[in-house]
């Protein structure tokens, strides 16, 4: 059984800073391209930032230079560094991985981030 547990939510205010984790169980954690996709109220979900098992990334336009995605094959886990937060990046944020492009996404249950003074 596949799960992915995301952690690391919370309230912030604008500018600050937190950190995403997620743990990854029933798979092959090393072989798997992990990615972070956000959803706000009444709008699609969007990719965030994703690494593939063989460690490239890609961003959102409007993360780059602000967020940083990372991984530990050892933890099963994948990161979410997220600095400099806005108000527009108040969205519940999501934990996937696939083998790869025309394979099945696992989901994780989401955890809300929200920027706010």
């Known amino acids: 059984q596949v799960q992915l547990v995301e952690s690391g939510g919370g309230l912030v205010q604008p500018g600050g800073s937190l950190r995403l984790s997620c743990v990854a169980s029933g798979i092959t954690f090393s072989v798997y391209d992990m990615a972070w996709y956000r959803q706000a109220p009444g709008k699609q979900r969007d990719l965030v930032a994703r690494m593939s098992s063989g460690g490239n990334t890609e961003y959102a336009d409007s993360v780059k230079g602000r967020f940083t995605i990372s991984r530990d094959n050892a933890k099963n886990t994948v990161y979410l560094q997220m600095n400099t937060l806005k108000p527009d990046d108040t969205a519940v944020y999501y934990c996937?991985?696939?083998?790869?492009?025309?394979?099945?996404?696992?989901w994780g249950q989401g955890t809300q981030v929200t920027v706010s003074s």
């Open positions: 996937s991985g696939r083998l790869g492009p025309f394979f099945p996404t696992y």
